[in-house]
C-alpha cells in the first residue's frame, strides 16, 4: 500500500536547517505572510528547503528535494504586515511532487526515515570522538572571552549529529548532503573532519604582528 503524501507549503531559503535547530526568519512578502498567517491559524508546520536556483525574494525557486518541516515557536507582527517568527526545525521530508499553481510553493511529501543503526560498538566509539572534539572546538572558541562553558549534548545519536552540523561552519552543499544522509554513522563520520578542521582554525591566532614591508605601500617619505 502507498504510503499517503503530506501536503505541506514550503520556504525556498539560501538556507539549511536541520531538525531540532532554531531559525529566526524576517517575512515580508506578500505570498508568505499568508502562508505564516495560515499555519498559525490552523497551527499547522511548514517546510523549510534550500535553493537550488532562483532567489529568495521575487518569483519562484527551484528548491532541492528534501528539507526540514518547521515549527512555528513566535510570531511578532508588525504595523505593515511584516513578520518575524521563530521556528524550530522537527523532522526531515522528501518532496515528491511539486504544486506552484498557488501564491506559494507547497510540496507533497514524505518522511525521511533514518537507518536503523547495527554497529553500535562502531557508533559509540564515533560518538565519543564526536563529543570530545566538539568540546574542545568549543572550548577553543570561548577561551579567549576569558569564561568557561559546558557543552551538554543530546543522547540520542541522530538528533546529536544534526545538533553539531548546525552549529559548525559549511557551505551550503554540504549541510544538505548531510541532512539527506539516512546513516547515522557515515553523518557522524563526515563530520569528524569538519570539526578538526574548525579545531585548527580556532588554535590559528586572529591577528598577526604587522612588519614594515606590510606597510611599504602606505609608506610615503616627507
Given at each position: 500500500m502507498a504510503r499517503e503524501l503530506e501536503e505541506l507549503p514550503l520556504f525556498p531559503l539560501n538556507t539549511v536547517l536541520f531538525p531540532h535547530a532554531a531559525l529566526q526568519l524576517h517575512v515580508f512578502e506578500d505570498r508568505y505572510r499568508e502562508m505564516i498567517q495560515l499555519c498559525v491559524r490552523d497551527d499547522r508546520p511548514f517546510g523549510v528547503v534550500l535553493i537550488?536556483?532562483?532567489?529568495?525574494?521575487?518569483?519562484l525557486a527551484d528548491p532541492y528535494l528534501v528539507g526540514t518541516v518547521v515549527r512555528i515557536k513566535e510570531v511578532s507582527t508588525y504595523d505593515d504586515g511584516r513578520m518575524d517568527i521563530l521556528v524550530q526545525g522537527e523532522r526531515r521530508f522528501r518532496v515528491r511532487r511539486l504544486d506552484d499553481t498557488r501564491a506559494f510553493l507547497v510540496g507533497f511529501v514524505e518522511p525521511v526515515i533514518e537507518s536503523?543503526?547495527?554497529?553500535?560498538?562502531k557508533v559509540e566509539t564515533l560518538l565519543l570522538s564526536a563529543r570530545r572534539e566538539f568540546e574542545i572546538l568549543v572550548q577553543r572558541l570561548f577561551e579567549r572571552q576569558e569564561f568557561s562553558v559546558q557543552v551538554v549534548f543530546p543522547t540520542d545519536p541522530v538528533a546529536l549529529s544534526f545538533t553539531i552540523a548546525n552549529l559548525l561552519s559549511m557551505e551550503n552543499i554540504q549541510k544538505q548532503r548531510l541532512l539527506e544522509m539516512t546513516d547515522t554513522v557515515e553523518r557522524i563520520e563526515e563530520l569528524l573532519p569538519i570539526l578538526q578542521w574548525h579545531i585548527l582554525e580556532a588554535n590559528q591566532p586572529a591577528y598577526y604582528k604587522v612588519q614594515s614591508q606590510d606597510l611599504q605601500e602606505w609608506i610615503t617619505p616627507n
Open positions: 537550488r536556483s532562483g532567489d529568495e525574494a521575487g518569483g536503523p543503526i547495527e554497529e553500535q560498538s
